[in-house]
């Protein structure tokens, strides 16, 4: 089928409202280097250095989580460890994460674009679509990301660059933006499609990656043209009716994928939270501390969204990188850290002599509203429930681990030292500084 | 692999002026030595509990501070040094 005339097809979003893929315009917006980037931008005698950003710095064992444009050019990648980096690049200079900064940063960066569009999709910390208006032509497409570029310069910092798509679905809109790297911008047009096709490895393609991609080699399929003239009923047979379709829509220019406003997504399924050891444990008794310290992390997310769910789960990575999971629904719904833990306590004695634990993970699913769920008739629950509260407002006025288990008390170093270095109690406010006759802080 | 970030956490005075929607930075002094602030190169606020933390990364002599300021103490912290 030509795609040129398949890509006029006509589809419905919700809202009933019908856009023809020729028309539709989709800009993404993906941040170079994004943290490395922003530490440059934030320390000018960085910038043109290569530079790792860490998330415990370069003392604990330590995995990159950021490399600047420098730093990648030297073979330095994301999820490195530390060693590995160092090893590769002895020059590499290590900063510690400031997610603070990152996450702020985020932040005014989706407001600028929302300046471009009004509709826009939070893809992850550092990318973003954004839908333009269908009577928009490709040339104001064009002005459109060249002006969000400029907005970046301005507001954000001279040093920060992005790679802008823009094509008629996200997916290909994300493959435009990764073509030119870095402070590039790419167009796909229906018009551009076979082109591009008949060059471009099905790797590129975000959704095909290392699960798909040697299945579909091993079929003789290698660019998206390829992918393309394979038979539908072949990729169907092979991925399942989903993938199936999907893939051979994308390898013949037709991307359905539909942006939907951030703002109106429905609520997240779930909340989990990680944490590398600083040594491997050889024992459960051992990591049951840390256990503890991220259920109860989960149990303040959860509160802190007024969510609350019914199935823990825990996943347990040892040193030679293998892993074990096991997940349980709960007879009630819960959003407290102590009840997590017990639930994961219980998961865990499933796990027999296992090797030595070097990653550690609490997950809470099947979240409802807190609203949603029928208050406790005991007395005692309600006492607890309301200790867990007033613990609440605390943390919430003063920080996050204010008043804590004692149980966590030998973790306390680790609860207070923020990743950057900083102790976050220095923040606290001295006697001095109450007011004595208000009883608030002057 | 080196670490050039260097962690201070100590009060400075610093001198700097506000106007609607722009605030500036022009000098801090920090172990009786004056420095004259030549850019701010980035900025960003962080929440502990229900106070806000507002963060300048600034250039001064030839290398990068990061100030904070807690405007429920009125109180400005050198955070820490990036020297090149």
């Not at chain 1, 080699?217 to 394979?230: H, K």
């Not at chain 1, 994928?257 to 703002?263: G, M, T, V």
């Not at chain 2, 605030?23 to 509990?49: C, E, P």
Request: net charge positive; aromatic share 10%.
């Amino acid at each position: 089928m030509d795609n040129a005339q398949d890509s006029s097809r006509r589809y419905t979003r919700p809202g009933g409202l019908a856009v023809s893929m020729k028309y539709r315009k989709i800009l993404h917006v993906d941040m170079n280097s994004y943290f490395a980037t922003l530490e440059q931008q934030a320390y000018p005698n960085l910038r043109g250095r290569p530079i790792g950003v860490a998330g415990k710095g370069s003392g604990e064992r330590t995995v990159i989580t950021a490399a600047s444009i420098e730093a990648k050019k030297l073979g330095i990648r994301s999820g490195m460890s530390g060693w590995e980096a160092k090893r590769l690049c002895p020059e590499l200079i290590v900063i510690p994460a400031s997610y603070d900064r990152y996450i702020f940063t985020s932040k005014r960066i989706f407001a600028l674009l929302e300046r471009i569009s009004p509709v826009i999709d939070v893809f992850s910390i550092d990318e973003a679509f954004a839908r333009l208006d269908p009577t928009t032509t490709w040339d104001e497409a064009a002005q459109a990301g060249a002006q969000f570029k400029q907005l970046i310069r301005k507001y954000i910092g001279e040093w920060v660059t992005c790679s802008v798509g823009i094509s008629y679905g996200k997916t290909l809109a994300k493959l435009a933006s990764e073509m030119q790297k870095p402070d590039g911008m790419t167009l796909i047009r229906p018009e551009d499609f076979t082109r591009i096709a008949a060059i471009t490895p099905i790797e590129e393609l975000c959704g095909i990656g290392w699960r798909l991609r040697p299945r579909l080699n091993q079929a003789g399929i290698f660019t998206i043209q390829e992918l393309g003239r394979a038979p539908k009923d072949l990729l169907i047979k092979m991925f399942g009716p989903y993938t199936g379709t999907w893939l051979h829509d994308i390898g013949n220019g037709r991307d359905r994928d539909i942006l939907r406003s951030f703002r109106s997504l429905p609520q997240e399924k779930s909340v989990g939270h990680s944490y590398t050891l600083p040594r491997d444990m050889h024992s459960l008794e051992d990591a049951k501390k840390t256990l503890l310290l991220l259920s109860e992390r989960v149990g303040v997310r959860l509160r802190r969204k007024g969510l609350i769910g019914r199935t823990v789960s825990v996943y347990v990575r040892f040193h030679d990188r293998g892993g074990w999971g096991q997940s349980a629904t709960q007879k009630e719904y819960i959003d407290d850290g102590y009840q997590i833990y017990q639930a994961a306590i219980r998961l865990l004695r499933g796990l027999e002599s296992p090797p030595p634990i070097r990653l550690l993970a609490v997950t809470v699913s099947e979240l409802v509203q807190q609203a949603q769920v029928t208050q406790p008739l005991f007395a005692h629950k309600r006492h607890y429930e309301d200790l867990v509260e007033s613990l609440d407002t605390i943390n919430n006025r003063y920080g996050e681990f204010t008043v804590f288990r004692s149980s966590l008390a030998t973790l306390r170093r680790r609860i207070h030292n923020l990743p950057d270095g900083r102790n976050k109690r220095i923040y606290l406010p001295h006697i001095s500084e109450i007011n004595p006759f208000t009883k608030r802080m002057t | 692999m080196s670490e050039v970030k260097t962690r201070v956490g100590e009060s400075v005075k610093v001198v700097a002026s506000f106007s609607p929607n722009r605030f500036k930075v022009h000098f801090f002094n920090w172990r009786d030595r004056t420095y004259q602030v030549q850019s701010m190169n980035l900025f960003h606020i962080a929440r502990d509990g229900n106070k806000k933390l507002y963060h300048f990364a600034v250039t001064a002599a030839g290398n990068s501070y990061e100030l904070v300021y807690n405007p429920v103490t009125l109180d400005w912290q050198l955070e820490g040094v990036v020297s090149a």
